[in-house]
């Protein structure tokens, strides 16, 4: 080999990462080696991967996931700023969320000192009635039907600041929204309230009388809508949601604007793949959308190679035709990471009201050109 070349033990010393943490990076194609002897196996590397490697130990140190790595390695450097600024976003909310977390930690620590005496007190909100409507139309249909899961048989009504945010999953998809509050309500965080399904549907019922406000109250036990006259409360299940933040840390590697028709019209006419079995144990109808190499998205054929360039990702194919019906925004925007990671679904202006989709792995179907 050439006298320039570093040995992988040379550049494990050099870097702090590890010989066997090397072979992985070089299996993943993310550090591959300059040249391989062909007798042995043995890896070498030239120069200027050792700087290379010294970045991709830092990049580990900080948590960016591989495919940021991979992305940050690759590209050039405003590329490469923007994915380091996106992780460096993903970490602040993180801590924001760890801060939060803590603060109901410690009112938890001291209910179970003083039972009697530090009761959570009831949170009442005024918001604008259609703007809370809006926001259950967004979220409705990823509400969990199975009834072997009652922590997810509802709507998560939970106050962020000077935000409500509307949160429903079935573990398959998310979707989000928020509804501006006047001002952040003067109280110690409290835990999210459960809105059981029914109870959500007859408050989105009652919604649609046309009033302009609608006063909701919270606490462990009820909830109670106020609005136009009329009333609605009911009881709510005294159950921890569980953390669905993390999935909101999504770190795409393409944004892609897309009218809502038009990708409405090409996902009912495309192509699809059926799987033997979905989350419910039926078929499952699955669409592959596709980012070209120009930047557009389409719907793909599953059985052809994927062009040049082209990135895919699997989908339920009803569980994608209901995000993009949800809300009925007119334009959309698209965020996909990767063949495995999700897919977020967006309406531009509308940072807080989001869908996420779980990708379906097919291997098959979603392999991505060089």
């Known amino acids: 080999m050439e006298s320039d070349l570093h040995s992988i033990g040379e550049l494990a010393r050099a870097t702090g990462l ?3 943490t090397l072979r992985y990076y070089d299996g993943a194609d993310v550090l591959a080696p300059a040249a391989v002897d062909p007798q042995t196996g043995y890896r070498w590397y030239g120069p200027r991967q050792l700087a290379d490697a010294r970045l ?3 990049l580990r140190r900080v948590g960016l996931p591989l495919a940021g790595i991979r992305a940050v390695l690759g590209a050039g450097s405003a590329e490469a700023h923007r994915v380091v ?3 460096l976003r993903r970490l602040e909310d993180g801590l924001a969320d760890a801060r939060r977390e803590l603060s109901l930690i410690r009112t938890l620590i001291d209910q179970r000192e003083h039972p009697m005496t530090t009761t959570p007190a009831e949170l009442r909100l005024t918001v604008p009635a259609p703007e809370l409507a809006a926001a259950l139309d967004a ?3 990823a509400v969990c039907e199975d009834p072997e899961l009652p922590v997810l048989a509802g709507v998560l009504f939970e106050v962020d600041g000077a935000a409500l945010r509307l949160v429903a999953t079935d573990r398959y998809r998310m979707a989000l929204a928020e ?5 952040a309500p003067d109280t110690e965080p409290q835990p999210g309230t459960i809105v059981p399904t029914a109870l959500a549907d007859a408050l989105r ?3 649609a009388t046309g009033a302009a406000e609608a006063e909701l109250t919270l606490d462990s036990t009820r909830f109670r809508v106020e609005t136009g006259g009329h009333r609605i409360e009911g009881s709510t299940p005294d159950l921890d949601y569980p953390d669905y933040r993390t999935l909101t840390r999504l770190d795409p590697l393409h944004r892609v604007d897309v009218p809502a028709a038009d990708l409405r019209g090409a996902v009912e006419s495309g192509a699809t793949h059926t799987l033997p079995s ?3 144990g039926t078929d499952c109808t699955v669409t592959v959308l596709a980012v070209t190499a120009d930047g557009r998205i389409a719907v793909a054929q599953p059985e052809a190679a994927p062009a040049q360039g082209e990135l895919r990702v699997a989908v339920n194919r009803d569980f994608l035709l209901e995000a993009l019906e949800a809300g009925r925004p007119e334009q959309l925007v698209l965020e996909l990471g990767g063949p495995i990671a999700p897919l977020a679904i967006r309406a531009p202006g509308r940072d807080g009201t989001f869908s996420v989709l779980m990708p379906i792995r097919v291997p098959e179907l979603v392999r991505s050109a060089e």
């Open 179 to 183: 509804v501006p509050l006047p001002e």
């Open 278 to 280: 979905g989350p419910d």
């Open 18 to 20: 590890g010989v066997g």
């Open 205 to 207: 019922a009652l919604l």
């Open 56 to 58: 991709l130990a830092r």
């Open 139 to 141: 979220v409705r249909f």
């Open 85 to 87: 600024d996106a992780h």
